[in-house]
């Protein structure tokens, strides 16, 4: 089966600038998460799709927005970046949108700010 | 709001080894706990879980109990080898707005030969 698979793996944006982050789901999964990981800290939740559906979100303000497409992948998207948002987003799917469906991460994509 | 601690790394060890990385953690109602490994090079995976208190988590060798009454989910491994040499996160789901899994912040783990 094929894993969690992030585009790109490294970008480099300016200030001001938007982005667009993708993610392939594994096969059969139906849920996203997206995670911010700044250098040397765990992976804080954006937030989460379930069926195309935003199904929860944490504490990250509305420049950060995302979709689901029908066949389960997704984007993350940033606008106003700031020199903060540099980090390690992760992408994670499930089998579900519960804690019984341990999340599987792709490798992530770095982003620096400049 | 729910919140996960873990022991600051990194920890080195030896080979064979006896390996504790204690978590503690603060939430609302009962979550289920886990644990996940980052290796180097690769994406996070998830090592255990424990969904209820008093239960035992167990893979590769690792096991984690969550302790209610003490809110700890400790990761311990009786013999660590160099391929153990990770990143480990200790981690609650949250079923509040919304599902989702709150990370501690890692602990680095170096085994020697």
Not at chain 2, 82 to 104: N, W
């Amino acid at each position: 089966e094929t894993g969690v698979t992030q585009s790109p793996t490294h970008l480099i944006k300016t200030r001001g600038q938007q982005v667009t982050l993708r993610c392939s789901s594994q096969s059969g999964h139906n849920t996203v998460s997206w995670y911010q990981q700044a250098l040397g800290q765990g992976p804080q939740f954006i937030f989460q799709y379930y069926r195309e559906e935003e199904n929860g979100r944490g504490n990250f303000p509305p420049r950060f927005s995302g979709l689901q497409f029908p066949n389960y992948s997704s984007e993350l998207n940033v606008n106003a970046l700031e020199l903060d948002d540099s980090a390690l987003y992760l992408c994670a799917s499930s089998l579900g949108p519960g804690d019984d469906s341990p999340l599987h991460f792709g490798n992530g994509t770095r982003l620096t700010v400049t | 709001g729910n919140s996960v601690t873990q022991m600051e790394g990194p920890v080195t060890l030896s080979e064979e080894a006896f390996l504790t990385i204690n978590c503690t953690y603060t939430a609302t109602g009962y979550p289920s706990l886990f644990w996940y490994v980052q290796y180097p090079g690769e994406g996070l995976q998830l090592l255990l879980k424990a969904t209820k208190a008093d239960d035992k988590g167990s893979n590769k060798g690792f096991e984690a109990t969550y302790r209610k009454e003490t809110t700890s989910f400790h990761l311990e491994k009786g013999s660590v080898q160099v391929s153990d040499s990770a990143v480990y996160f200790c981690a609650l789901s949250d079923r509040t707005g919304g599902f989702k899994t709150i990370f501690g912040a890692g602990t680095r783990l170096f085994v020697k030969a």
